[in-house]
């Protein structure tokens, strides 16, 4: 992988990481506070942009959990390196 692509990969792996964040922040936030309008706002927007941040990374760059390999091309989650073998880096 080049250069650029390790910098577009771990560009987006942080995009990913950062509206994960925000779910985790903003739902504990709902568990005190859930008549909040503005904060059930919040949450669905980051909601939606968790989705496509990790779409865009699953198509791109392979599946993030094994929840997004598509199976009719075989069990592919185990073909790229994991995190932990330097597959973010």
């Given at each position: 992988?080049?250069?650029?692509?390790?910098?577009?990969?771990?560009?987006?792996?942080?995009?990913?990481?950062?509206?994960?964040?925000?779910?985790?922040?903003?739902?504990?936030?709902?568990?005190?506070?859930?008549?909040?309008?503005?904060?059930?706002?919040?949450?669905?927007?980051?909601?939606?942009?968790?989705?496509?941040?990790?779409r865009?990374?699953?198509?791109?760059?392979?599946?993030?959990?094994?929840?997004?390999?598509?199976?009719?091309?075989g069990w592919?989650?185990?073909?790229?390196?994991?995190?932990?073998?330097?597959?973010?880096?």
């Open positions: 992988m080049t250069n650029r692509n390790n910098h577009e990969r771990e560009k987006l792996m942080q995009s990913v990481r950062e509206a994960a964040f925000a779910l985790i922040d903003i739902g504990l936030y709902l568990d005190a506070h859930p008549d909040d309008e503005k904060a059930l706002d919040y949450y669905n927007k980051y909601q939606q942009i968790n989705k496509e941040v990790r865009e990374y699953e198509k791109r760059f392979g599946p993030l959990t094994s929840n997004g390999v598509d199976a009719c091309d592919t989650w185990v073909r790229d390196p994991w995190p932990w073998e330097g597959g973010c880096n």
